[in-house]
């Protein structure tokens, strides 16, 4: 063979045995590699903790009193005293209206009631005297009668064509002004009642309504006093849902202290019932998808470390815990941090944690 074969015939040779040893290495990493590419999770216990069921709403504050005044009778607004936020007294004169129809009419109520007695004292003395029928004097007593009732009408009218505040409170609102025509009964003014205390009107659920009474305790947190929550107790409940809404409307009583409250205030309102029991939870971050009371969890299979998805039945939240009502049993491992991104039966290893063992949430 010639010098230039065996040449090139060394170098083929030599490649090949690189080629050989690089293989090697490599088919000896591969468990190293295989296992760096399963997928890591975090798991955590389906455990049992007491489930309170705490209720949280947003409503309005406002007096527990709040009256909608207006006129009796329609006409043309002479005068509104008050303006929005002024306290006012009880009887003091908020309104009224142009006195000139109402004061004719109740001239006129007074000038009929008038006639109709006089009419009756001369039928009673033209019977007495024979010329009247005893059916004529029963026409003219009834026609006195008549007069009279409508005298009391325009004299009771005229009493309410003012508006008179009904007790110690402020002006909410001011919904009409002087010189505008408003109709009989037409809210013109807003008045809540200072006497007894101030009110915040949530909605709940006919699930939720069910699990309160009257008197249970509750929070309130507003954002204008920032660090500071306010006892309440629930002071009244409806007995029929809102038709517009499908809500039960709940009032629940707050005593301000030192604050300064005033109408509408939003405030956020947790509601805590009596029966308190002791359930399955497991964390929120637990749930891959929800949908009202149904919802999926991964489950750690730890002697063939694969996940598989179980669907469950939720109840109540609870701070970063849900409830379980079915699917899972307690002391269950289900996947709390990477379950966005599983399979159903996908392998997976339990994550270190900093000080490299197994990373498991309590």
Not at 49 to 78: T, Y
Not at 96 to 102: D, F, G, N, P
Not at 178 to 198: F, M
Not at 349 to 359: E, L, Q, T, Y
């Amino acid at each position: 063979m010639k010098p230039r074969r065996l040449a090139i015939l060394a170098s083929v040779l030599a490649v090949s045995g690189a080629t050989v040893l690089i293989a090697c290495g490599q088919r000896a990493g591969t468990g190293d590699e295989a296992t760096s590419l399963i997928r890591p999770v975090r798991v955590a216990p389906v455990a049992t903790a007491p489930v309170s069921g705490a209720v949280r709403a947003v409503g309005l504050l406002g007096p527990k009193d709040e009256a909608r005044l207006g006129f009796k009778i329609g006409g043309v607004i002479e005068a509104i005293h008050v303006e929005e936020g002024s306290r006012v007294k009880t009887g003091q004169v908020l309104a009224l209206v142009k006195q000139t129809e109402v004061g004719a009419l109740l001239d006129q109520a007074r000038q009929a009631a008038g006639k109709a007695d006089r009419d009756l004292v001369r039928g009673k003395a033209l019977f007495a005297d024979g010329v009247a029928t005893e059916e004529q004097v029963q026409d003219l007593s009834t026609a006195a009668h008549v007069a009279a009732a409508t005298l009391r009408t325009a004299e009771f009218n005229a009493a309410y064509a003012r508006i008179v505040a009904p007790a110690d409170g402020v002006v909410l609102k001011k919904l009409a002004e002087p010189n505008e025509l408003v109709q009989a009964g037409q809210p013109v003014l807003i008045v809540g009642g200072s006497t007894r205390g101030w009110v915040v009107r949530i909605g709940l659920a006919d699930r939720d309504i069910v699990r309160f009474q009257i008197g249970d305790l509750a929070r309130l947190d507003f954002d204008a006093f920032p660090g500071q929550s306010f006892p309440g107790r629930i002071s009244n409940m409806a007995s029929s849902a809102d038709p517009a809404t499908g809500t039960f409307t709940v009032e629940v009583q707050v005593e301000p202290g030192a604050a300064r409250f005033v109408q509408g205030l939003v405030a956020r309102v947790s509601l805590s019932p009596k029966d308190t029991a002791v359930g399955r939870v497991v964390p929120v971050s637990a749930l891959i998808e929800a949908n009202g009371s149904e919802a999926s969890v991964f489950v750690f299979d730890p002697r063939l470390k694969v996940v598989h998805r179980v669907a469950i039945r939720i109840g109540r939240l609870q701070d970063n815990q849900v409830e379980v009502l079915d699917g899972v049993a307690v002391g269950a491992e289900v996947v709390i941090d990477g379950a966005a991104f599983l399979e159903n039966g996908e392998t997976v290893r339990i994550a270190a944690d900093a000080s490299g063992a197994p990373a498991q949430a309590g």
